[in-house]
């Protein structure tokens, strides 16, 4: 049996970019320990209590801040922006101003750009125990994104084991924003195998499918007599090696599913039998990006195991992806005067 604990607080400092980085741990009176940086104000751990009592490390990620650095998966944990997910051939046009980003993934732009979010070392504030604030400032201009866009990032571990991310951003002119979380998790313990004994609830009725670029058609499908339909609790493994289209498109799941009931009901649920933990995802955004780990490999994690090939899932809530280019996605647009919010929550919960 792996016994998890905390990565160590002088591992991660360090200095990038004239910036000093930290670790910042979160505790509560249930037990539950957390683990943030401000390099990418990222979740970097949480241990969670298991059915056996004992503590499970279920956010994959790095010992220390060199391993972050070093890694191929970039997005490890990380709050991703300006821009969540793709923009096709990096272009989107607003106000009648065609904008050009960095082509970081193929032809798209993906994650806000190479120098996005998850790369910045942010400022923070330790409020109490339990919370802590991150705050950015986008440069106009930044990754091709017009706008100074001032963001925080506040992460709250409740006492009923639960861990609150609120987004806020304001900008001095039109933009687009989409915001979200990138933590990966494996709830039998990072490093431990794959995830596709997981079971996942999703109640969303339709997804949204996308071509060989991962960029959507513009449409909403619906999930059933589909391998997305998770209505019902579901194995990852049962549909994930299914001859279809959309299953191949994204190399497994790697879809937007729509949220019917933001806030109200949990837009995704996991389950791992081994450990007896569940999480439940809460979420003002529209959709949540169901990804399988699928592109996963070699990088070797806090336990000292290489993170394969689905080794971990992210349940990452955002709007759709490429939605400055599409008229009938949801409103990423932010304005002058205006200011975005968003939540997520992630509810650890014990199911024997
Ligand atoms: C995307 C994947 C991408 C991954 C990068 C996910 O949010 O949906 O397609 O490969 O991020 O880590």
Redesign the pocket.
């Known amino acids: 049996m792996t016994t998890y604990s905390l990565p160590k607080p002088s591992d991660f400092a360090h200095t990038i970019n004239g910036k000093n980085t930290h670790l910042i741990i979160l505790t509560n009176r249930a037990g539950m320990q957390v683990a943030l940086t401000d390099y990418g104000a990222r979740l970097v751990s949480a241990l969670v209590p298991d059915k056996r009592g004992n503590l499970v490390d279920v956010v994959l990620g790095f010992d220390s801040i060199h391993g972050y650095l070093g890694a191929k998966?970039k997005?490890h944990g990380a709050t991703i922006g300006r821009f969540g997910?793709r923009i096709a051939n990096g272009k989107f046009n607003l106000d009648g101003t065609e904008y050009t980003l960095a082509q970081n993934n193929g032809p798209n732009s993906?994650?806000g750009g190479e120098g996005g979010f998850h790369s910045k070392v942010w400022d923070r504030q330790v409020s109490f125990k339990q919370k802590v604030d991150f705050y950015y400032v986008s440069p106009d201009g930044e990754e091709g994104f017009p706008g100074e866009v001032k963001v925080k990032v506040c992460y709250e571990l409740t006492n009923e084991n639960e861990i609150i991310i609120r987004f806020r951003a304001t900008t001095d002119k039109p933009t687009v924003i989409n915001l979200t979380n990138?933590a990966y998790f494996n709830l039998n313990g990072e490093g431990n195998s794959n995830i596709l004994d997981h079971l996942l609830q999703i109640p969303s009725t339709h997804f949204i499918p996308i071509d060989d670029n991962?960029i959507p058609f513009g449409n909403e499908a619906p999930v059933e007599n589909t391998p997305f339909d998770f209505r019902t609790l579901k194995k990852i493994s049962q549909d994930i090696g299914d001859d279809d289209l959309q299953i191949k498109a994204g190399t497994g799941y790697?879809h937007t599913f729509i949220n019917p009931n933001p806030l109200s009901q949990a837009a995704a649920t996991a389950y791992a039998e081994d450990s007896g933990i569940q999480l439940q995802v809460y979420t003002t955004e529209p959709g949540i990006?169901l990804?399988t780990g699928n592109?996963l490999s070699a990088d070797s994690g806090k336990s000292g195991n290489e993170y394969q090939k689905r080794g971990g899932f992210?349940f990452?809530a955002q709007h759709y992806p490429d939605s400055p280019n599409q008229p009938n996605f949801p409103n990423v647009v932010l304005r002058p005067g205006e200011e975005f919010q968003s939540q997520i929550s992630y509810k650890f919960n014990i199911v024997k």
């Open positions: 998966e997005y997910n993906l994650h990138h991962q790697d990006q990804y592109f992210c990452e």
